[in-house]
């Protein structure tokens, strides 16, 4: 086709550099405008400073639509298009592959900033006006970062050296598929979307208006970063579960884990905003938790690509690993200074310039001091585990401390004691959301120390020491948090704000509670029946009362798994019909048209859902988003009663498993331009009845004809999944194949739950008409919201239908029976080349030795234990897939916990402060003329208007 | 040329400048919405004429015309020559500072309007729920009281300066109608006649029991 590269000639990939340096100098343009705004407070400067950051939002438009001009027209003088494209590919792939490579997908990262930027200026309008200017800057600070970053470490404009090539690489098939498609640009949109509330933070810490004010504002940005953090997690798990074909769906792997950190602290935050708002509390704490989401935000990019800890997503190494640090921690030093500025505010004293400077100087000499300090720590005569928990300790204890001890000395003449109680009682749903904080926060730290843990070991023991977190360290300790975090979610429910009547509690409590029992009972006595047993055993991942004792808990993980799902659908069912309950009694229920309700009833919840006050609707809202994550809980709980199995069968024979019947018709091949497919086609039977064909396949692509990619066939039902992977087929022996099945049962309820999450998100995130509005504008405002979290939905619910996947080794696996498989989970394949895969998932040769070794020893009758000692002897502890229990090794686990337990004695003294300041009887003393009697007076009249009015 | 004569050319010169700067946010308006608008109809048609990869190139130029634009928009802005969105002066002349008060305010309403939910879903009990708004209502009553008595002095000096204005021009009336801070005139709650339920003084319907509401007799439409 006749392109314009001619009209450009050679200059075209300068001209896409030039674009990303004229974008860095109209966001520095743009930032400088943008303080001065704040500075000097001019309307004029503030208007200047949003056409500047539209300016730059339009430059990096101009360059996204360059590069995927370069994409669609194969212009291969451009390193990044030559790499990750091809001739071949279809236009829908040219596209993704803009994201596929690292340059590229840091500029689709930039890309999406600048789309939150231009939809935050447009939507502050005339809004927020002292906080403008500020959240502007900060935002153009970060486009400052991706932009230098891409100028000078990473150009995806950059050119090849050699010149032009004829045709390129192209995308690896992993990534060729409909999940490539949406996953990172969902994932990124969260990602990108924690920049925004932070930059309300920073507009509220630099102007000192460090109320309610900056929360309000920033609600529905957090809401929605927060939602497309799931539905990227999410999306995640799809990918994996239907192209990388091991089985499973979520390998906690360095990259997974660094995705997920970040919707732990943004949900934990959701939460703390709203003690904030009501009570004032937990100021210093908002911003921490808001700083510390988008610092993993970053933290995670950082990790996926400076290849620190090797994954699955590998192919985005690089070496900018240095500029990420750089800017992290400039990030931490910019915020800590900040929080430092203003601490009189943020503990509620009235601020004085002395008061600041002795904060700043405190926090910073400190830092500085610790230096010299923590390398005296370091050289003490201690373990190394010990010195190096105690340097972290110290550290960050020491600077919280430093500012106390100041504010204290310089606040000892003043009263700054509260005047009354912070909270009521500890029944109370302000004391629930410090739980849900502190389970949640529990949850990331023991994710993160894990997650590092490889460095950390390396660090502390060398490398002979280091060792690999693989996925049974995981499963074991994350379930019993889990299950905490389940828990704590029902019981939170349960409490009402300010505090609950013990009477009511108990009332509350009744429902719940017998649903639970009878669950539980139901799934003890019949469990086994129905193919979902209470009690699965597996085996313990340490020797000694550790590991058995986590044995016995994961064991009743299912039932337990199971009741508390149970519990929190009916604590949510009955605050639903609290609800319609205090709307019959009021009356207001009549407001919905009765037709609503005839029409099948769930037109008349949602138009209920709608006409709450946006207090309300976010609270039930919230409910529902609970909902979803019951119904993803379900699914994870049937991680317990997986099948795995392998056959080998000819044409004709069938292969059962439980209540399946799979018989293997044949096989068949087809070609289409760039590759050739094989498929084996099983038909499955359920019980006598036909249910389906599957069809896995094996795709050969034209490129690279050595590593064939395995295509999984998954039957997708509410109950089971059947899926189906073939390894070989012979056709020199009568087509046999060779099969690994997996039982998956309830993972569709994952899927499930994740559309429960976006409706309960939408509904929170739906906006309230403002006065003066038209009802029309405010439903279409409502509509397009809707419209697009639906379309998202619907992109989730469709069914790929044609999808690729590559293993990074062809050939199968056998497993001939439990006792092999238990070994070979714990243990990882040494051939160098897999990043991260257990034995029994690697097909390499030299895991098929290991295998063949290891059932050598099993027949010789040696003991599991002496098996994975001697496989550890000889590869060092890297070889185990979960870290040994001992010596300096144990902080992984022991680090974690004794934080957590750290933590809730914290909480539970900062309750006792907040149940015990000031006297219990008292609000401030009146000044006014009118006594404090009991008679109605003016402002009662004035109060009760007031009252009916806030809408909030 | 006599005073009159220069009143008014300034003036015409004045509304001149408003109409011009009228037209440029018309043009404004007009560019941010036609701009985009025909760079995506050029690109679609561009697309279907010769190939996917033009269109992206005519989007590319398109949105390379509004960056222009935008930063021409920009440094205008800043160097004073284009006007403002209307109205934007006028509220960046109502910046708010911190106010403590009104935020101790904000949240016993808050605290207040929670309370009122909570009880009506039942999980407070009756007892413990009086005993709360009680004390609430209290604080709120003292932090409103506070507010007007911060107030008062711009309250009164404001009442003043709009009295005198009024004179001068010869429409406001001749005396003062109070002198008090604040008009504690207000018209009583109303009383249910079925249920004898307390209700604000506009009621037409009885709140807790649906009942009309007498009016009163001699009472006017006036907002209290």
Redesign the interface.
Known sequence: ????LHVFGNTFPAFGASLLLGAMV?AS??FA?ALKAGAD????????????A??TV??I??AV??L??AF??HDFRIRYVAHYSDRSMP?EYLITALWGGQDGSLLWWLFLLSAYIGACVLWLG?RY??LQPYIIATLMAVVLFFCVLMAFAANPFATNVAGPRADGEGLNPLLQNYWMVIHPPCLYTGFVGCSVPFAFAVGALVT??L??EWIVASRKWTLFAWMFLGIGNTLGMLWAYEELGWGGYWGWDPVENAAFMPFLTASAYVHSVMIQ????LLKVWNVFLIGLTFFLTIFGTFLTRSGMISSVHSFAQSSIGGYFVAFLLILVAFTATLVMWRWPELRDVTPSLRLRKAALAAGWLVIAACGPGLVFVWRLGLPVGWRVTLIAAIAGAAVFVALEIVFRRMTSGLDVRPRRPQI?SVFSREFTFLLNNWILCSLLFFILMATTFPLISEALAGKEGKVTVGPPFYKAWVQPLGLVLLLLMGIGTL???????P???R??CYAPLAATCVGAGLHLVLGRAVGFPAIVWSDAIYPGALGAALRVFNACTPLMGVSLCVFNAAVIVQ?FA??F??RA???ALRSTPAVLWWAGGVPGFVHTLFSLSP??RRRYGGYIVHLGIVLMFIGFTGQSWNVDREASLFPGESYAVGDYNLRYAGARMEVDNNKRMVFADVDVFKSGHYVERLSPAKFIYKKQPDSPTTEVAIGHHLRDDVYLIVGTVNPSNRNIAAFQIHINPLVTWIWLGCLVLIAGSSICMWPQLELGESRVWGGARGVAATAASVLLGIMLAATPAARAQTMPHTGTVHIENDAERSLFSSLRCMCGSCPRDLLSTCPCETADEARENIRVKLRAGETRDRIIAEYADEYGAEALAVPPNRGVLRAIWLVPMVTIALGALGLARLVRRWRGGGSPSG????????P?G?G?????????????D?D? | MTERGVQRRAARVAERALDADESERSLGRAIAIGLPLTGVATAVVVGIV?????A??V??AS??I??IA??W???R??S?DAP??S???A??RQ??A?DPLG?RK??V??????????H??????D??YAA?V??Y??????????M??DVAPSRDEAERIAREFLQRKGLGPAKSADAAP?S?V?PA?RACGACKASN??DAVFCKAC?AAIAKEHGETDAA?
């Open positions: 086709m006749p392109s314009l109209v343009y743009t405008v407070g001019r309307p004029r400067t503030l208007q200047a400073a949003r056409f500047g539209y300016g339009a430059l438009g101009v639509l360059c995927a001009y669609v027209t236009l005339k006006l002292e000192g208006r109320d309610h708002e009501r009570r004032g009521e409490f009402g704000w300010k505090k609950t009547s009477e009511a509690l009332r509350a605050e609290l609800l309950r205090a009694q009021s009356g207090a309300s609000s401030s003393a009146p000044r006014g003329r009118n404090e009991t109605k007076d003016v402002y009662d009249a004035q109060l009760d208007e007031e009252l009916k806030l909030d | 010769a190939s996917f990869g033009t992206l190139l989007l590319a949105a390379l509004g960056t935008l930063l928009a920009s440094v802005t800043l004073g403002l969105p109205g934007f002066e509220i960046a910046r708010h911190v935020e904000r949240r309403l808050r605290a207040l309007k929670d309370l009122e939910g909570e009506a879903i039942g999980k407070i009990d007892a413990d709360f009680t004390r209502r209290a604080e709120a009553k003292a932090v409103m009281r506070e007007d008595l604040r504690p207000e709650r604000e003084p649906g209290p």
